[in-house]
């Protein structure tokens, strides 16, 4: 049986800069994307990129061309309302450029697509059945409304994780926090001043993200009842409510954009893989975005996949060996950001007696000392 290229499902981000690296390193792939051509570059979700993805953009080549869109964070700043405690994170402090950046999708879609061989991308693709086997994995696809088979010794799933089913040999789970998230853009009298704020309210966390000048990517976090009159209300008594919330840090906040939310979610596969097979990016793991560790974990998914297969001799690529090496890998990272993020919200969103001060205490020892920030910083900065 004849097979194809190294087929990559799903274009976004993480398939995109897998994607690419095999490309630059001369290794075949197809990659199919149920959108159109061009789709996804009016997305303008913020991604929060670490320093780590910034450092992994630039080995691409890609970082030049999206360095002018993206806003640097030079400090964090953590706090909780109606308590003690409160820390900085600071870039010069721990010997970066910067801690990380807020990033549109859509510009970062661009500069992958512009940078790719469109020829090896079918468009208008949509991945239907995914199938691990011996000796390849199998792709049923749609295109344009004809069914097509496409399989390889590897098939990478990267969709995302909303589109397809289960997948034979892979279990899912996952942990509801009947939470939604609110995702906008504000714009606020104070200028940002690279600063990223994090904070902390019994209701669930909220962080503001300099997104481009006097503007903040807001992600504020809560019971879906409460997002969802949060939703509801006018744009002043929003601004009021969250004027309320955040406090006087960026002063006033003047205008917010279009407001839209989804529900929060832990989720993860266990395994990562089947035969002949491997799931990277948000199709593998989702996490709260509480930390912004989810798109970074994704990436250093695609990274490292893509220095495997390309250590790999030809006939051995998505093997049972390269796999389990992948999984290995890729264990340690993913589990922590998992368990990090999980362990934010719970601490975090804590209404319990005695749980506020102790949440001061951890953000006056994380003020004090600097090992604990260095952990701190690495995590969020390499997932190490
Ligand atoms: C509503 C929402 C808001 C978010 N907001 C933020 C935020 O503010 N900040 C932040 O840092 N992160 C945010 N995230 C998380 C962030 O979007 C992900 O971490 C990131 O997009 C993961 O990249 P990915 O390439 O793995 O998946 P995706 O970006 O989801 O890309 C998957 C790709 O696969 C394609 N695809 C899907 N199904 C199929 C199929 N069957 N066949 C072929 N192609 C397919 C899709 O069209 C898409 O191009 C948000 C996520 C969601 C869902």
Redesign the pocket.
Known sequence: MQADNIII???????SVLALALQQQGVEFTM????AKGA?HADK????LSYGSRLILEKLGVWPTVEAKATAINTIHISQRGGLGRTKLNAAEHNQPALGYVLP?GELTKALDNALDTNRVMYE????EIKPGEPFAQVV?NQLGEMKTLKNPLLVV???????GEIEGIERETKEYGHD?L?SKVQTELPHNNIAYERFTPSGPMALLPNGERNF?L?WTGKKASIDELLSLDDKTFLHELHQAFGDRVGKFLSVEKR?S?PLKLSSLKPTTASHLAV????AQTMH?VA?Q??NV?LRDAWTLAGLILSTPLQAIGSAEMLSQYSQQRKRDTRGGLVFTDLLVNVFSNNLIGVSSLRGLGLGFLEVVKPAKNVLVGKMSFGK
């Open positions: 499902v799903g274009g976004g981000p993480v398939g199919l994307e149920v959108r996804s979700r913020a991604l929060a999708y693709a949509e991945a239907i696809f990267a969709d995302g994780g909303r589109s397809l998230a995702v990517s992600v839209m989804f990277i990016g948000n199709a975005p912004g989810g798109f994704g």
